[in-house]
């Protein structure tokens, strides 16, 4: 009788045991995260602290109204969508079905307490930052061991840029999350090639796009994924890479996925058109005498975001020692992981905005996993389990402290909300005060006669946001105040023209190049002005008018933060005589 090798099969209860351990570390990690991004959603309201945030949840709650098409097409709306869909599920939840409150009460309470909408919009942002989590664990399984891919996952979970980024209702979260499946698809393309993945990632590349423009430069992702596949597999001839039918289906679905999440580039293409003329306008305007010089300064902040991902944590030094190691061994996969970091590299520098760390979030699942494989050679090399554990533990833990701290941060009093309270408790309601951009300035409330005023200016201009203060004035105001903002432009404002000019249509605006006989003339008797969000090469007079209020004006009240319990720019009050 022939006899067979017997084969080695873990016992099952073993082989449950670890899998049920790595399961439970998995959600403790993915709970933790939640918890950490959670924690913050409640930051400043009702007042609204971030410049950006009303633009998509007022956009998300416009489509209520009965359309999908947005009245601008500044950002892609694949967000808004996905906010728009949550708001559905609220308005079921809060007005039982339709049952005992209407869409007109829904849009009363946006109107006189949008708490309620910017918790459920950041609430979502945290869930789909979680999963992205979840994604660069998954995508580690496809190239290290299974420690090694919860390495990468907790590193991602608990870095600090992506951790607050959750905190507020806008597109970095849920772009994060498509640009890790991205990478996961890319991933699967170098080790396996197959059809399915190349659509996967290209249709994932589309709807990244489809959270923000600029996510078109990660589209790079795919050719490179297939040139890495090529030459791991001992391809030959550039005319044959370029000719796989896998290649150019992927890159076609890039832009079904775009439109999937932003149709009405499409369904009106002229809208999308003059708003790409805006986005054009308003960059050649900040980029307005950016310069070689300005252009290497800019390249050093760049690159030092990308080597600061993680915090004030070791990680990046892990990072740089991964890469010499990852080129060693597997050339192909490291350009995989190089090329879309570099271009944004490139790209970024060369543009005023491009230091925010948000711009390199593409690229954030690749640093994690190219570190977490670091970790893994290391520690192989050097020192086994033992040196894994302190090389995670040296990387995650200090980005994971910085993280906890922006809670308490978030729970600080705030000068706006302070200054805010003064301003209600000592100044009669319906006096006239002006006031800088409104996510700097004291939190007021409007009175009812300038609310009505606004609508009708709104409604004759044709602006959506008379939809807002009709509402506005079916909540049954209390007394408040008459509200000017100081007449700002675009350029000032880094705000897109078009936009800008249907903003002011819902606003009463002073222009401060009067001085201050202008502001009385208006009927103002206090100014309420920040110390932040100024721009000395396109405001000079800003400085000369601070002078003018230092010179005739008295010092009512002022509020300035202080380190560990007060937050908020510095606000100063001024009473004009």
Known sequence: MDKETPQVIPPPARTGGRADRDALVLW?????????????????????????????????????????????????????????ASYIGLFLAWSGCGFFRSAGDFGVKFASDPSMFYITGRLLACAVSCAAAWVVYRAGLLLWSRRAALAGAALFAFL???????????????????????????????????????????LALGLCVST??????????????????????????????????????????????????????????????????????????RNAGFGFREKLGMAGLVLDNLLNFAGKSPAPLIFIAAVPLLAAETPWLALLFAA???????????????????????????????????????????????????????????AFAQSAALLRYHWLPDTRILAGEWIAQNVPAGTAILTDQPHLSPHIAMSGAQARRLYEKALRAGSPRAKFYEYLLKSGLKDGYRIYRIDRSAADLAVLPAQLQSVKAAQELADISAGLDGVRKLGIKFVALPDEGRNPEHRADMDNFERE?????????????ARGKIKGPGIVIYRID
């Open 549 to 561: 209020l230092s010179d005739g004006a008295r010092i009512a009240a002022s509020f300035e933060p």
């Open 212 to 285: 923000h423009y600029m996510a078109g430069l990660f589209c790079l992702l795919l050719p490179v994924a297939h040139i890495a596949s090529f030459m791991k597999s001992g391809g030959t001839g550039c005319a044959r890479a370029a000719a796989d039918s896998r290649l150019w289906a992927g890159l076609a679905l890039i832009p079904c996925g775009f439109l999937i999440g932003t149709p009405y580039a499409l369904l009106d293409f002229h809208k999308f058109k003059s708003s790409l003329s805006d986005i054009a306008a308003y960059s050649a305007l």
């Open 340 to 398: 879309p970091v570099a271009v944004y590299i490139v790209f970024l520098s060369s543009q005023h905005d491009g230091g925010f760390p948000r711009y390199l979030f593409n690229s954030f699942p690749a640093l994690c996993l190219v570190t977490a494989g670091g970790i893994e050679k290391l520690s192989g090399r050097f020192g086994g389990k033992a040196l894994f554990a302190a090389l995670f533990a040296a990387a995650a833990l200090p």
């Open 28 to 84: 403790a990690l993915l709970l933790a995260a939640f918890a950490l991004r959670a924690g913050g959603i409640f930051d400043g309201l009702p007042m609204i602290l971030n410049a950006d945030e009303p633009h998509f949840v007022n956009t998300a709650v416009y489509f209520g109204g009965g359309t999908l098409n947005p009245p601008f097409l500044k950002y892609p709306t694949l967000w808004i969508y996905s906010l728009f």
């Open 160 to 202: 600090p840029s992506v951790v607050e980024a959750a905190q507020y209702a806008k597109w970095e979260s849920l772009m994060l999350l498509l640009s890790a499946a991205a990478w996961y698809f890319a991933i699967q393309i170098y080790r396996e090639g197959r059809r399915r993945d190349y659509l996967l990632c290209g």
